[in-house]
């Protein structure tokens, strides 16, 4: 069982940076590839970046691939995502989620973890 906590979210302004925090429980954290969701209104929750187990290998969505970071530190349970150069369209609830896989899928159904949600709102 892996329990998350994001932290981080905020409000900025268009061009500005957040960083958002997974921080997770459970001794089996460091065997399950993370992800990063969202979910704007109105709209289903999609993939946003994942990371592999060891953290070797990371993919991203095309909409935030060269603004967004993802990172992880198994010694301490966490999770980063970076965002840099947010927009308005970046708005959304960022979600934390651990795999059943230790390697990277944007499959939404092979994550069984998740985290309540960081609320980030981006304006113009």
């Known amino acids: 069982q892996v329990q998350l906590v994001e932290s981080g979210g905020g409000l900025v302004q268009a061009g500005g940076s957040l960083r958002l925090s997974c921080a997770g429980s459970?001794?089996?954290?460091?065997?399950?590839?993370m992800g990063w969701f969202r979910q704007a209104p109105g709209k289903e929750r999609e993939f946003v970046a994942g990371?592999?187990?060891?953290?070797?290998?990371?993919y991203y969505a095309d909409s935030v691939k060269g603004r967004f970071t993802i990172s992880r530190d198994n010694a301490k349970n966490t999770g980063d995502l970076q965002m840099n150069s947010l927009k308005p369209e970046d708005t959304a609830v960022y979600y934390c989620?651990?795999?059943?896989?230790?390697?990277?899928?944007?499959?939404?159904?092979?994550?069984?973890?998740w985290g309540q949600g960081t609320q980030v709102a981006v304006s113009s």
């Open positions: 989620a651990a795999s059943s896989r230790t390697i990277v899928t944007t499959n939404r159904a092979a994550y069984p973890y």
């Open positions: 459970g001794r089996t954290f460091s065997a399950h590839a």
């Open positions: 990371i592999s187990w060891s953290g070797g290998s990371t």
